[in-house]
């Protein structure tokens, strides 16, 4: 069965750093596509930052320059570094993936097509 289970999330201060990791038990798969999302209530889920079996890495124009995700496929986990967090960061934040394609699709942002997801993790940014 395959579980995500996401940790790392908390309260910072505006311009603080934070890092979320994603850990896949009984997920091993050679392609992929792996992703972090975030909801913030009230608003639509948005795809922050993808990743895929070769490394190739996409993300969302608002964390550009800020936001780095990575992998550690001996670990079988996912990170994503979150620098100068700001207030609208704020969010419950997930990790998905799927094992279709061995990169991530055009419509990877839209979560769909994600077969699994971890239960979330909530970052707080205050001003």
């Known amino acids: 069965q395959v579980q995500l289970v996401e940790s790392g999330g908390g309260s910072v201060q505006s311009g603080g750093s934070l890092r979320l990791s994603c850990a896949a038990s009984?997920?091993?798969?050679?392609?992929?596509?792996m992703a972090w999302f975030r909801q913030a209530p009230g608003k639509e889920r948005e795809g922050v930052a993808g990743?895929?079996?070769?490394?190739?890495?996409s993300y969302a124009d608002s964390v550009k320059g800020r936001f780095t995700i990575s992998q550690d496929n001996a670990k079988n986990t996912l990170y994503l570094q979150m620098n100068s967090l700001k207030p609208e960061d704020t969010a419950m934040y997930y990790c998905?993936?799927?094992?279709?394609?061995?990169?991530?699709?055009?419509?990877?942002?839209?979560?769909?097509?994600?077969?699994?997801w971890g239960q979330g993790t909530q970052v707080t940014v205050s001003s």
């Open positions: 990743i895929d079996s070769g490394a190739y890495a």
């Open positions: 998905a993936a799927d094992d279709f394609y061995d990169y991530c699709p055009g419509s990877w942002s839209s979560g769909r097509g994600f077969s699994y």
């Open positions: 009984g997920y091993n798969p050679t392609r992929y596509c």
